[in-house]
């Protein structure tokens, strides 16, 4: 695995065809428009491509040869269609766009390399490039497309054996045009790593949810951001996750066993939990949940820094979070994190507050005296 820092504004040049005009395509070509990258988009669904046109991520593709082109003027074509048919569409667009480099962004690699390997010439193996940009939302379709939506995030470049040095880095300015932070794997590297870090967190927090169908209402209604947090990624689009968990099984499942001694482990615990040893093994559980958890990179891609917490009490009226941050602006701290919940049946709102320890006793001593409410 290796890693290449952005290296300021990209080199890309037109054409460009994306196929697939769903929120990562449609995203796709509303940042390159930015950066006056000529864009054409094809979709299967006419509703899609439409939208996406209206949004201004490009033209029909119908437009292409209006625009004096062929389709031997195409220099990019990013395949942006669902994992079940990405193989598919790759090799039909290597045949339409002889001199294009071809990448597609589907969340799985290896399956899809090895489908293209398998009907693709050699020379068209040299075009290709498997890449997986790390960004989303729980929304989808063409109506959630953001330009900004790929800013900072990991974008993984996964070619395989044949794919040459030119298409490599053709891949790789597209990531860095749309300002994300490139990675490169090897694509069966990628399916493991993904497996663990993104494919695993939509499964435990769908499970989750699932307990929560048939609690009463006011059960719920005691639930904080713990639960809202643990549970966000589970409204996402089920059909995606069907071809995403099923085209990446084996990676999977091999994590889910790991879970699954943990869970026996923890169920056999607490099934005796005054049993000799049973607190030890609850308090080694969650230290080494903490020793993981300390582990996952922070906001500005470095190891995780510990930041102090405080809770803001703000009046529930229009306005009032943005005095807070202008405030917090003037006296001069930076604030790391931050969340908002309510407190439950009264018209308040906390906004939680993470910033650097050293800044933290001097920002709740400042807060106090312009009277904001601070709780610690």
């Known amino acids: 695995m290796s890693a290449f820092g952005m290296h300021g504004p990209g080199q890309l040049t037109g054409p460009v065809v994306i196929v697939g005009t769903g929120l990562l395509g449609a995203s796709i070509g509303l940042g390159l428009r930015g950066r006056d990258v000529e864009v054409f ?31 031997g003027a195409v220099r990019l074509a990013v395949v942006a269609s669902p994992p079940d048919v990405t193989a598919a569409v790759v090799l039909d667009a290597l045949r339409r766009y002889p001199h294009a480099v071809v990448v597609d962004i589907a969340s799985v690699k290896a399956g899809i390399l090895a489908a293209v390997t398998a009907g693709a010439t050699p020379e068209e193996l040299e075009r290709y490039v498997g890449t997986h940009p790390m960004a989303g939302r729980e929304k989808s379709g063409p109506v959630a497309a953001r330009g900004e939506l790929f800013t900072s995030m990991p974008w993984v470049l996964c070619p ?7 298409a490599v880095e053709t891949a790789r300015t597209l ?90 482990r923890l169920i056999s ?12 093994d609850l308090a080694q559980l969650m230290s080494e949940g903490n020793a993981g958890q300390a582990r996952i990179p922070g906001k500005h891609g470095g190891p995780a820094r510990s930041y102090a917490w405080l809770t803001v009490l703000v009046d529930d009226t229009p306005g009032q979070i943005a005095r807070l941050l202008t405030e917090i602006g003037e006296i001069g701290v930076n604030v790391e994190d931050l969340r908002l919940d309510h407190s439950s049946g009264q018209n308040v709102g906390m906004v939680e507050l993470s910033v650097l320890p ?12 312009r009277g904001w409410r601070v709780l610690q």
């Open 269 to 280: 615990t607490l099934e005796a939990p005054k049993a000799p040893g049973a607190r030890l």
């Open 160 to 166: 395989g054996p044949a794919a040459s040095p030119d």
């Open 175 to 264: 990531a860095v045009d749309l300002a994300s932070t490139v990675y490169e794997f090897a694509p069966a590297e990628h399916d493991e790593a993904v497996a663990l870090v993104s494919h695993l967190p939509q499964v435990m927090s769908s499970l989750l949810a699932t307990r929560l169908q048939e609690v009463p209402e006011h059960a719920l209604s005691l639930a904080g951001n713990g639960l809202r947090d643990t549970t966000r990624i589970a409204a996402s689009d089920p059909d995606l996750w069907i071809q995403i968990l099923g085209a990446n099984a084996g990676p999977v499942v091999e994590i889910l066993h790991g879970v699954r001694e943990d869970l026996n």
């Open 41 to 71: 988009l094809s979709d299967p669904s006419p509703t899609n491509q439409a939208v996406a046109v209206d949004i201004g991520a490009g033209l029909p593709l119908a437009e292409l040869q209006v625009r004096g082109h062929d389709d």
């Open 358 to 369: 050293s800044k933290h006793d001097a920002l709740v001593e400042e807060l106090s005296e």
